[in-house]
């Protein structure tokens, strides 16, 4: 006579392993940053995790360090102008995209159609720094 295995069930049942995939990369990446607090990549993937989960004050806050970590940036400047934006600071958002226009980004494909600069459309500033990329851009001449 054969005998049954029983079926086993394998559950984690620490506050850790009971996250969204969004939380728990956001968990995971903070641990990292303790133990290396200016991993650069951690860094953006942690502050893009942030913005995507809507907690904006906090990309933000990670933006900030990557922009002292790497001032020379292209991404990090831009990512930083999109926080910003996020947070309907203007200003900041617009020196910080000319920032990294200057530095070298050129996507300008992206960046019009990037939902996280949509409050800086109607600015005159974003507007002559959409033109100015399209002069300067050898596809639209």
Known sequence: ??????EYRFEL?????????DEFDIWFLEGVLQKYPAYVECLMYLGNAYTATGMYEKGLKVDLKLARLRPKDPLVHYNLACSFSL??????????LERAVGLGYDDLMHLVNDGDLDS????????????KMKKSSKKFV
Request: no cysteine.
């Open 120 to 131: 800086l459309r109607d600015e005159e500033g974003y507007k002559a720094l959409i033109d």
């Open 87 to 96: 947070l309907g600071r203007l200003d900041e958002s617009l020196e910080s």
């Open 13 to 21: 049942k620490t506050p850790e392993f009971q996250k969204t995939d």
């Open 1 to 6: 006579m054969r005998s049954e295995i029983p």
